[in-house]
């Protein structure tokens, strides 16, 4: 998981995999068909381990403004924890993907809707609850959010710090739709 988080899907070799796992070509092939079947398997436990915190952090949010602030400001942490390569594998790997890798580029882009379908529902129900103004929209909402949450993921990859991504979260944030005082 960490040599394709940090290489990307293509530009891992299978000598690259064989020194990482121990094992030689014929046991990666025998245990997971190709190099595709790996990365699948590779990116399905990536998200497994990931989707029950996003789930339950969107649940648990007392409004949809502290879920997605709470998304964000987990990915600030998360993206550039000490140890681990910086940003998100399925970001990162989606923008190193040729197109003659379509069946990585539709899991990829099937992950990232997911993400943003999660976020989009819990905005409605800010909306059905009455916390955002009329008229708010959370389709293109939920898109601004993940595409804030995808551009983080690749500053982090660039370099960014936690507090560098903390104020991009905050700056994010001020955009959130607010309802009228005047109601």
């Known amino acids: 998981m960490m040599l394709f988080w940090r290489q990307g899907y293509e530009p891992t070799s299978m000598s690259d995999l064989g020194r990482a796992m121990g094992l030689n070509a014929p046991s990666i092939y025998a245990a997971f068909g190709n190099k595709e079947g790996l990365f699948l398997r590779v990116l399905d436990r ?81 909306i059905d609850a009455g916390e955002l103004p009329v008229g708010t929209r959370a389709g293109p909402l939920a898109k601004f959010y993940s595409t804030v949450f995808q551009g983080m993921a690749l500053q982090a990859a660039d370099g960014a710090s936690r507090a560098e991504l903390e104020a991009v979260v905050e700056e994010a944030m001020a955009a959130w739709p607010k309802k009228s005082a005047l109601l």
Do not use: D, N, W
Not at 46 to 57: D, F, N, S
Not at 63 to 87: C, D, I, N, Q, W
Not at 96 to 110: C, D, G, N, T, W
């Open 46 to 126: 990536y998200v497994k381990a990931r989707t029950p915190g996003l789930e339950h952090l969107l649940e648990a949010a007392s409004s949809a403004e502290e879920a997605v602030r709470g998304l964000l400001m987990r990915a600030a942490k998360g993206f550039t924890l000490p140890g681990r390569p910086p940003g998100c594998l399925v970001v990162l790997a989606a923008a190193r993907v040729s197109p003659e890798a379509r069946v990585i580029q539709r899991k990829l882009r099937h992950r990232r809707r997911r993400r943003e379908e999660l976020v989009q529902a819990r905005i409605q129900q800010g």
